[in-house]
């Protein structure tokens, strides 16, 4: 887990900018994957991006997990963490810019499940639940999920579910993690 010193610090989150409207700020878990190419690389760089963002903050980031695929099963291992960054971005902007670091990255959405370079999820805004066409906060299935509740319970175990009223921790010990495929590989340094 990585921590930056100064956390939940309004004054460290980046200015809006001028014409910008002020938002509260709120702790948002972010679920990065990758399985393609050098898959460390490529979520240290997301990460970078993220501490980057306007009006946020990287407050903290899990272990490594190496997890086996889900849906589209014929494809290499993925390497899954959590963050949890502190923003003054609204959901929709947030996922504008998750897209855009995805596309500078190198991600081309081809097939849904396909392999990807990076991958990168809002799992929960606070406790805010958002229900749009494309965009639903807290993600789907995330209590189906051992490669998300993992990372996210070794951050927040006593984050409770906005939608199903339970900790990550409490969900992640109805998962079969025997028969998961989620190994720890390690931490990435900054």
Same mark, same amino acid.
Not at 52 to 75: C, F, H, M, N, W
Not at 160 to 176: A, N, V
């Given at each position: ?12 989150? =980046?200015?809006p900018?001028?014409g910008?409207e ?5 702790? *948002? ?5 990758s ?23 990287l407050i903290r *980031?899990s ?6 695929? *889900? ?23 947030l $996922? ?7 596309? =500078? $990255? ?38 189906? =999920?051992?490669?998300? #509740?993992?990372?996210?319970?070794? $951050?927040?175990?006593e984050?409770?579910?906005p939608?199903?009223?339970?900790? #990550?921790?409490?969900?992640?010990k109805?998962?079969?993690l025997r ?8 931490? #990435?340094?900054?």
């Amino acid at each position: 887990m990585y921590h930056l010193p100064g956390t939940h610090r309004m004054s460290r989150l =980046r200015s809006p900018g001028p014409g910008s409207e002020t938002r509260e700020v709120r702790n *948002v878990f972010i679920g990065l994957g990758s399985n393609l190419g050098e898959r460390e690389a490529s979520l240290k760089a997301a990460i970078e991006m993220l501490s980057k963002l306007p009006q946020t903050l990287l407050i903290r *980031v899990s272990s490594l997990y190496d997890t086996a695929p *889900v849906g589209e099963l014929d494809q290499p291992n993925f390497l899954n963490a959590v963050a949890i960054i502190e923003t003054g971005l609204s959901p929709r902007k947030l $996922l504008w810019n998750l897209l855009l670091i995805e596309k =500078r $990255l190198g991600r081309t959405r081809q097939k849904r499940w396909g392999p990807r370079v990076i991958d990168l999820d809002i799992l929960f805004y606070g406790n805010l639940i958002v229900e749009e066409a494309d965009l639903i906060i807290p993600h789907p299935e995330i209590e189906k =999920r051992a490669f998300v #509740l993992v990372p996210a319970s070794e $951050l927040e175990p006593e984050f409770i579910h906005p939608r199903k009223g339970e900790t #990550l921790s409490q969900l992640l010990k109805r998962l079969d993690l025997r028969s998961s495929s989620v190994k720890r590989k390690g931490r #990435l340094w900054f």
